[in-house]
């Protein structure tokens, strides 16, 4: 009997082990890795991190992964926060050296930021890049008033019995030819024309592309999952039924 029952718990033991590997394995499966960035497949070159920005600021870097490639996003959030709000949703081209995006830092307000670049590859696995407070200054500084100083004029005391000294007299001979009257040069302003910013018309399918995109990828993991844990719950099952017969 004792023996029976040591087989038992040995048994219960065993299939709990493989549940827990299983769940491992599968986790390890659908999650997200990152790549091998070795090659320089992720980088952003300007702006550089502690740079200080205004208005439209131009990403440029690389996102390339070869043909491993599938699409790249850039992100921004505050310093220190996870609140990652996209800049370019899912963009399916590689680039190499080149522009990456364009974002207008008007829309934030000031402060230190984060951008992060995710090159993906078709698995769902990333190389990923970022730089770090970058300073938002949009906002125009109060000047601070130059406090003004007066003067105060000193006496000086009066001279007792000053003699006072006599003006030259200056005689003028010949004639004085008049000549001519200067002219008032106004200054040309020239008007610099200010640019106006660009307003994008048209809608960005590419966000509801990379939406549905990783809904699917999600949705297929979870099957996997869901899969493989039923694997497990039947094994277990026939295990307790088979030490029950054998008991």
């Not at 081209?93 to 930021?113: F, H, I, K, R, T």
């Not at 008032?184 to 020239?190: D, G, K, L, N």
């Not at 592309?209 to 719950?233: E, H, K, N, P, W």
């Amino acid at each position: 009997m004792f023996k029976q029952q040591k087989f038992y718990y040995g048994a219960i033991l065993a299939a709990l082990v493989f549940g827990i590997a299983l769940l491992r394995a599968v986790n390890a499966f659908a999650a997200p890795n990152y790549r091998d960035c070795s090659g320089g497949n992720a980088a952003i070159l300007a702006p550089q991190s502690g740079a200080t920005v205004t208005g439209v600021v131009q990403i440029e870097g690389t996102a390339s992964l070869g043909g491993d490639f599938q699409y790249y996003k850039l992100e921004v959030a505050p310093a220190g926060a996870e609140a990652w709000g996209d800049l370019v949703g899912a963009a399916r081209e590689q680039v190499v050296n080149g522009q990456l995006g364009v974002w207008d830092s008007a829309g934030v307000a000031d402060g230190a930021y984060t951008i992060r670049l995710r090159v993906v590859d078709p698995t769902g696995n990333y190389c990923e890049a970022t730089v770090t407070n970058i300073n938002v200054q949009n906002s125009v500084p109060t000047a601070v008033p130059t406090p003004e100083f007066t003067i105060t004029p000193t006496e000086a005391p009066p001279v007792q019995n000053a003699v006072p000294t006599p003006l030259p007299t200056i005689s003028v001979q010949g004639t004085t030819t008049p000549g001519p009257s200067p002219t008032a040069v106004r200054p040309s302003i020239t008007r610099t024309p200010v640019p106006v910013g660009t307003t994008l018309g048209g809608i960005e399918i590419e966000p509801f592309v990379s939406a549905i995109t990783d809904f699917f990828s999600a949705l297929g993991r979870t099957f996997l999952f869901g899969a493989f844990t039923m694997a497990g719950i039947f094994i277990l099952v026939g295990v307790i039924f088979f030490v029950r017969r054998v008991l």
